[in-house]
């Protein structure tokens, strides 16, 4: 019972309205034919090999697919792109881009695919739906040999680039568990 003066608080204000997890997509992008052009797809692979995800995230192979990519990125609200960067610094750094650092993504223009995040990206605002992104970025040792393999030195950084894109998975409100029963995810 209410005392007098007291204000009554409507329902919906006392409860949250809704207690969905968000819609995640890891996606992994670039050119495989071109060694660490596809260290984002390797490392997509690798993932789904090595650990369970929750039922809201799921990862993908983005490969070069540039535009066609907007219906699966409309419908996540978050999206986790792990990608070659062409950022300056020495091969193997990780960057973490967002916001206006996403301009820093690699398109890699002089590959086969031509596809730019940032535009897709800018695309799907326009239709209406742009999740909120981050780019877990590494910066190649070579991106022009034509090989199927990432490089020995890229495969060493395979473990940074897992434990930061797995962090950013548990921050976009995801959750996984190794495969292995001994914690590697192996």
């Known amino acids: 019972m209410r005392e007098p003066g007291q204000r009554r608080v409507p329902v919906f204000w006392r409860y949250p309205m809704h207690d969905t997890v968000p819609k995640i997509l890891v996606l992994g992008v670039g050119n495989i034919l071109y060694t660490d052009e596809g260290v984002g797809v390797r490392a997509v692979e690798t993932l789904l090999s090595r650990y369970r995800f929750s039922d809201n995230v799921t990862l993908m192979d983005g490969g070069t697919l540039g535009m066609r990519l907007m219906d699966p990125i409309m419908q996540c609200e978050k999206l986790i792109v792990i990608d070659a960067v062409l950022g300056g610094d020495e091969p193997g750094s990780v960057y973490l881009l967002t916001g206006e650092d996403l301009r820093k993504s690699l398109a890699f223009k002089n590959s086969m695919h031509q596809s730019d995040l ?45 434990e930061v894109a797995l962090e950013e998975i548990k921050k976009a409100g995801g959750d996984y568990e190794p495969l292995s029963p001994d914690g590697d995810g192996a």
Request: proline fraction near 9%.
């Open 118 to 162: 940032v535009d897709t990206l800018i695309c799907c605002g326009l239709a209406g739906s742009r999740p909120e992104a981050v780019v877990v970025g590494v910066e190649p040792f070579d991106y022009q040999t034509m090989a199927v393999d990432i490089t020995p030195q890229m495969a060493e950084k395979m473990p940074v680039i897992f």
